[in-house]
């Protein structure tokens, strides 16, 4: 605000009063807009904003005989110009400004707006720290940033990357998405690791910069890398990452709305530009087909002379002007008057050559902002509405991938289901499902011509070792222990962690760092938690997975079940139909012989005073005890026991 205020007491303003009269059908509704018309989206808007003025004003009857008047002011990419005109506009009673075209001047106008009560809204201002809590008369008119940094963390997920870099300028815009894009991912176990931060657009003016950033991730870890920045930056970084050997194999480059925007505007572009790009995946916002979209963009040559290509930008500077122009027949059939009034704040502060008195309030400016982001309609770029936290409804993302000399569309974004090679306005009327199992694009064409998705990631080349931990326990120390007290380690759990680093078809440089003193079993909690906190890359050792550490950690299969268990040698058995006799072994079938014997011989010493059977010559005897013995499996033998005795019967 104090920057504004300083702004306002250096500039002369003209004119020779407040306007405070009004009529409830005035002649003119002046709109003014604030745009860099030599850049690609100010052109482009300004093509689609008199098309939509014409069309408003072409039926007398929609605002009951009042017509709408497009005021553009050229900002010339200058911050100070934008706030020269957007005060002009004050002076000249616009009842909305559209604009302004960059988030940092959103920023700054939109204390004007709220002092003045003139509404601004923006399509290319997207910023998502601008919050209707602190700018209330702001209005975005197409989805803010805040969707875009949500699908491409949507898609880093879908992929399984986890580390990205950001390559972004230094504005407001850029600093705050990639801001967004970083919260996005840390609630996905993502993070960024590097930004790079380059100068303003408008102040590069040589490839230095931009090549000394690529220079640095180029010797870094991560390939993945977000380029969210402006499409002059833009084409500069791809056309040196090209040269630095950049856009090849192993490489992952998204980049945000901005490219879209040159493909649309500029297609095709020339073939040292596209091949500068091969591979690269982008965003355009989405826009359903339609009859009325189809019928503008039929229109757009003959609009444009074949100067620019219509991009959705183009789109939704036409739709803007239609919601005011809905809001300013809303504000009129409610039989308001369209009244400017003095500023108290500033009537104090006339005097000399300065002319404060023409800013005026809009006195109808709430109600106004009111009908505007209640605004209900079906437009070029589909049905158009506010939330009610100012969001546009259903945002989504056509996903794009740069292939050959042109582009293929290999899915859509939606904040409905996530992502999907189904049109979003398909699914709308099913219910939300944002499992990863529902998650699908189709086959993308990467950076080298390889169909095959990259790891992401490689060695960097100035790269640390990895820093692996390992419990140093005082006890059990099968697991993992240190050699004689040494800083060497051994033990099954690194005979495992070597046995799967040489099945890696790269080499991984890594080293032990023990954790704990040796003289006491260490706590494994702390020692897990040093993994997310950055303190160890990985921990190997006799670690069970328990729900707390899941949380905080990711961890391998296990390789051994938790608890102790005994280590038997095995003999392997043939299946035969003999099966059944293996549990009679020589020494069993010994003891049973004997048992019949001692049996026998029991029964003989009872029985042969009383009983004939048992008695005769001693071969007759012998034979006899045997068949006894044997044939008490088959028969039941009282008859032959004559002695009642239970000692007699009991051995039988």
Same mark, same amino acid.
């Given at each position: 605000?104090?920057?504004?205020?300083?702004?306002?007491?250096?500039?002369?303003?003209?004119?020779?009063?407040?306007?405070?009269?009004?009529?409830?059908?005035?002649?003119?509704?002046?709109?003014?807009?604030?745009?860099?018309?030599?850049?690609?989206?100010?052109?482009? @808007?300004?093509?689609?904003?008199?098309?939509?003025?014409?069309?408003?004003?072409?039926?007398?009857?929609?605002?009951?005989?009042?017509?709408?008047?497009?005021?553009?002011?050229? @900002?010339?990419?200058?911050?100070?110009?934008?706030?020269?005109?957007?005060?002009?506009?004050?002076?000249?009673?616009?009842?909305?400004?559209?604009?302004?075209?960059?988030?940092?001047?959103?920023?700054?106008?939109?204390?004007?707006?709220?002092?003045?009560?003139?509404?601004?809204?923006?399509?290319?201002?997207?910023?998502?720290?601008?919050?209707?809590?602190?700018?209330?008369?702001?209005?975005?008119?197409?989805?803010?940033?805040?969707?875009?940094?949500?699908?491409?963390?949507?898609?880093?997920?879908?992929?399984?990357?986890?580390?990205?870099?950001?390559?972004?300028?230094?504005?407001?815009?850029?600093?705050?998405?990639?801001?967004?894009?970083?919260?996005?991912?840390?609630?996905?176990?993502?993070?960024?690791?590097?930004?790079?931060?380059?100068?303003?657009?408008?102040?590069?003016?040589?490839?230095?910069?931009?090549?000394?950033?690529?220079?640095?991730?180029?010797?870094?870890?991560?390939?993945?890398?977000?380029?969210?920045?402006?499409?002059?930056?833009?084409?500069?970084?791809?056309?040196?990452?090209?040269?630095?050997?950049?856009?090849?194999?192993?490489?992952?480059?998204?980049?945000?709305?901005?490219?879209?925007?040159?493909?649309?505007?500029?297609?095709?572009?020339?073939?040292?530009?596209?091949?500068?790009?091969?591979?690269?995946?982008?965003?355009?916002?989405?826009?359903?087909?339609?009859?009325?979209?189809?019928?503008?963009?039929?229109?757009?040559?003959?609009?444009?002379?074949?100067?620019?290509?219509?991009?959705?930008?183009?789109?939704?500077?036409?739709?803007?002007?239609?919601?005011?122009?809905?809001?300013?027949?809303?504000?009129?059939?409610?039989?308001?008057?369209?009244?400017?009034?003095?500023?108290?704040?500033?009537?104090?502060?006339?005097?000399?050559?300065?002319?404060?008195?023409?800013?005026?309030?809009?006195?109808?400016?709430?109600?106004?902002?009111?009908?505007?982001?209640?605004?209900?309609?079906?437009?070029?770029?589909?049905?158009?509405?506010?939330?009610?936290?100012?969001?546009?409804?259903?945002?989504?993302?056509?996903?794009?991938?740069?292939?050959?000399?042109?582009?293929?569309?290999?899915?859509?974004?939606?904040?409905?289901?996530?992502?999907?090679?189904?049109?979003?306005?398909?699914?709308?009327?099913?219910?939300?499902?944002?499992?990863?199992?529902?998650?699908?694009?189709?086959?993308?064409?990467?950076?080298?011509?390889?169909?095959?998705?990259?790891?992401?990631?490689?060695?960097?080349?100035?790269?640390?070792?990895?820093?692996?931990?390992?419990?140093?326990?005082?006890?059990?120390?099968?697991?993992?222990?240190?050699?004689?007290?040494?800083?060497?380690?051994?033990?099954?759990?690194?005979?495992?962690?070597?046995?799967?680093?040489?099945?890696?078809?790269?080499?991984?440089?890594?080293?032990?760092?023990?954790?704990?003193?040796?003289?006491?079993?260490?706590?494994?909690?702390?020692?897990?938690?040093?993994?997310?906190?950055?303190?160890?890359?990985?921990?190997?050792?006799?670690?069970?997975?328990?729900?707390?550490?899941?949380?905080?950690?990711?961890?391998?299969?296990?390789?051994?079940?938790?608890?102790?268990?005994?280590?038997?040698?095995?003999?392997?058995?043939?299946?035969?139909?003999? @099966?059944?006799?293996?549990?009679?072994?020589?020494?069993?079938?010994?003891?049973?012989?004997?048992?019949?014997?001692?049996?026998?011989?029991?029964?003989?010493?009872?029985?042969?005073?009383?009983?004939?059977?048992?008695?005769?010559?001693?071969?007759?005897?012998?034979?006899?005890?045997?068949?006894?013995?044997?044939?008490?499996?088959?028969?039941?033998?009282?008859?032959?026991?004559?002695?009642?005795?239970?000692?007699?019967?009991?051995?039988?």
């Amino acid at each position: 605000m104090s920057c504004v205020l300083v702004l306002l007491s250096f500039i002369v303003l003209s004119g020779d009063g407040i306007i405070s009269k009004g009529a409830s059908r005035p002649h003119v509704v002046n709109v003014g807009a604030i745009f860099g018309l030599n850049t690609l989206h100010g052109k482009v @808007a300004n093509i689609a904003m008199k098309a939509a003025e014409d069309d408003v004003n072409s039926d007398p009857s929609f605002l009951g005989g009042s017509k709408l008047r497009i005021l553009m002011n050229d @900002a010339k990419r200058s911050g100070f110009l934008s706030i020269i005109g957007a005060l002009k506009f004050m002076e000249t009673d616009a009842v909305a400004i559209i604009g302004p075209q960059t988030s940092i001047m959103a920023h700054v106008l939109s204390y004007i707006a709220n002092e003045l009560k003139v509404p601004m809204l923006s399509f290319t201002a997207l910023d998502p720290s601008l919050s209707p809590l602190q700018f209330p008369f702001f209005v975005q008119t197409a989805p803010s940033d805040l969707f875009l940094m949500s699908a491409i963390a949507e898609m880093i997920t879908y992929y399984g990357w986890s580390d990205v870099v950001a390559l972004y300028n230094d504005d407001d815009n850029s600093r705050n998405g990639i801001a967004s894009l970083g919260d996005e991912l840390e609630g996905r176990r993502c993070k960024i690791s590097y930004k790079a931060v380059l100068p303003l657009d408008v102040v590069i003016t040589s490839p230095r910069e931009i090549i000394n950033e690529l220079t640095k991730i180029q010797g870094m870890e991560s390939r993945v890398i977000i380029v969210h920045t402006f499409p002059k930056t833009g084409r500069m970084i791809f056309e040196e990452a090209k040269k630095l050997g950049m856009m090849e194999q192993g490489y992952v480059w998204i980049a945000t709305t901005w490219l879209t925007s040159l493909l649309d505007s500029y297609s095709p572009l020339p073939p040292k530009k596209i091949e500068a790009i091969r591979g690269v995946l982008t965003l355009r916002i989405h826009t359903r087909e339609s009859r009325k979209r189809r019928d503008f963009g039929a229109r757009w040559n003959k609009l444009s002379n074949g100067t620019v290509g219509l991009n959705v930008y183009g789109l939704y500077a036409y739709d803007t002007v239609w919601i005011i122009a809905r809001a300013v027949k809303s504000l009129l059939d409610s039989e308001a008057n369209i009244t400017f009034s003095s500023d108290s704040k500033l009537t104090s502060l006339k005097g000399g050559t300065l002319n404060l008195g023409a800013l005026s309030i809009f006195d109808q400016g709430p109600q106004f902002l009111e009908f505007i982001v209640k605004t209900k309609m079906s437009g070029v770029t589909g049905p158009v509405q506010f939330l009610p936290d100012r969001s546009m409804l259903q945002p989504a993302y056509d996903i794009i991938n740069i292939v050959g000399d042109g582009f293929k569309q290999i899915g859509y974004w939606s904040n409905h289901s996530g992502l999907s090679v189904i049109p979003p306005e398909s699914l709308y009327s099913k219910p939300p499902n944002r499992s990863s199992s529902n998650q699908h694009l189709y086959n993308v064409t990467w950076p080298g011509g390889t169909s095959e998705t990259p790891r992401g990631w490689v060695l960097p080349n100035n790269g640390r070792r990895l820093r692996i931990g390992v419990p140093n326990r005082a006890s059990f120390k099968d697991f993992v222990s240190s050699v004689n007290g040494s800083k060497k380690v051994d033990g099954y759990s690194i005979d495992v962690f070597e046995a799967a680093i040489k099945l890696l078809p790269y080499p991984v440089a890594h080293e032990f760092v023990l954790f704990g003193d040796g003289l006491k079993n260490p706590n494994y909690n702390e020692l897990v938690n040093n993994v997310s906190t950055g303190v160890y890359d990985a921990v190997v050792g006799d670690i069970a997975i328990v729900k707390r550490r899941i949380r905080i950690v990711d961890f391998t299969q296990p390789y051994i079940e938790s608890g102790l268990v005994v280590v038997a040698a095995v003999t392997k058995l043939n299946d035969t139909p003999w @099966a059944f006799l293996r549990p009679f072994t020589p020494p069993m079938w010994a003891v049973t012989a004997a048992f019949f014997l001692i049996i026998g011989l029991v029964i003989w010493v009872l029985e042969h005073r009383i009983n004939d059977e048992f008695r005769g010559p001693p071969r007759r005897q012998v034979v006899t005890i045997l068949w006894f013995t044997f044939s008490t499996m088959f028969f039941s033998h009282s008859k032959f026991i004559l002695k009642p005795q239970l000692v007699t019967r009991l051995p039988v």
